[in-house]
């Protein structure tokens, strides 16, 4: 009985490993998907944005 738990485990585990390469591979298709001009613009445009201390979560001293 106890061998049939851990065939039924190493199969979940053989799934789980199947489940997280389709992801990754999903991710990099996507990151790849992007042209290099698209890319330095989205850069350019967080760096002004980061310049102006305008982003979410930065903080200003008043005191």
Known sequence: MKAKW???LGLA???GVAATGVV??????RR???TPEEI???LQ????VAQS???????????
């Not at 201390?53 to 001293?61: C, I, V």
């Open 6 to 8: 851990w065939k039924v």
């Open 53 to 63: 201390g305008t982003s979410r979560g930065s903080r200003t001293s008043d005191t």
């Open 13 to 15: 585990g053989v799934v």
């Open 32 to 34: 790849r998907a992007y």
């Open 45 to 48: 445009q967080r760096h002004a």
């Open 24 to 29: 990754v591979a999903r991710a990099e298709r």
């Open 40 to 42: 330095r613009a989205k």
